[in-house]
């Protein structure tokens, strides 16, 4: 047992220096070597350790106390009274009480109602906080069709950049625990698609193929270059965004969630995706 402790120990350590290709062990086995000894899964569940630093927990913290300090902000700019029913939002009705508490705001405090969407938003996409397509909703509802895409799409681009640089900087031993198939899977399509790895990220971004958090968190750790990143999540969120928030105007009629995704819609997204990855599929075959 010692040994086991001593062993992880050692290699968990060594592993934030390991190149990615070390994902290309077999599933049964962890990507901790040393010495010749594979700790297998059975043996890695019963030692397992926290994965983040005291450091790496430390800088996490000062993100959030970041945006808890602007919050506070906006709080103190605005007028006295009930603000009970601010919260996450988690379901259609909440979305609901919202809208009709932040409406008179919203044309009195503009600028305060936005900073604070903007806040919430990018906190939620940094720390992986579900959610989001409700706050999606809420723009529709607020600010119309138009203006609301644009927030949603500046937000989400915002919020899934600031999740891309908090993943660069503490997010790989996160990542290898969490997701290690996804991110063996991830990490082979970047590395054939590297010389039309645009079109790839689009083709992620406007389809369910993988989820958008894995994304944000996972493309640092397999080497996608920033500007790629940024790139096909400000173009490829812009179908989904457009969807969502045109539902947030009738919120009335929504009965759930699953009512935002016809078939149609979600046709059109697999469509546009496909048409966003057609010239990766077009190079591949005509490599000899």
Known sequence: MHLCVYVLTINFFLSYKTPINNLQLPRNEISFKMGGVVVNNREKNTCRKFPLTMWEVTAASG????????????????PTSDYSFLKLPRSLQDIQIL???????????????????CLVY????????PGTVFMSLLAGALFGVFKGVALVVFTATAGASSCYFLSKLIGRPLVFSLWPDKLTFFQSQVAKRRN??????????????????????????VDVPYPIFFLATFIGIIPAAFVTVR????LGDLQSVG?????????????????SITPTLIGN????
């Not at 539902?247 to 009738?250: L, Y």
């Not at 009512?259 to 048409?275: C, K, N």
């Open 122 to 129: 990018i906190f939620m996409q940094t720390f992986m906080i």
């Open 196 to 221: 039309r790895l645009l079109n790839y990220m689009l083709f992620l971004r406007v389809t369910p193929t993988l989820p958008n958090t894995f994304i944000n968190v996972a493309s640092p750790i």
């Open 99 to 117: 809208r009709d508490n932040l409406e008179s705001y919203t044309s009195d405090y503009t600028v305060q109602v936005l900073v604070g969407y």
């Open 247 to 250: 539902a947030g105007i009738a």
């Open 285 to 288: 075959k005509s490599k000899p």
């Open 259 to 275: 009512d935002l995704y016809d078939f149609q819609s979600i046709a059109t997204l697999f469509l546009i995706g496909v048409v």
């Open 63 to 78: 993100v959030v106390l970041g945006f808890v300090l602007g919050l506070v902000g906006v709080y103190l700019t605005m």
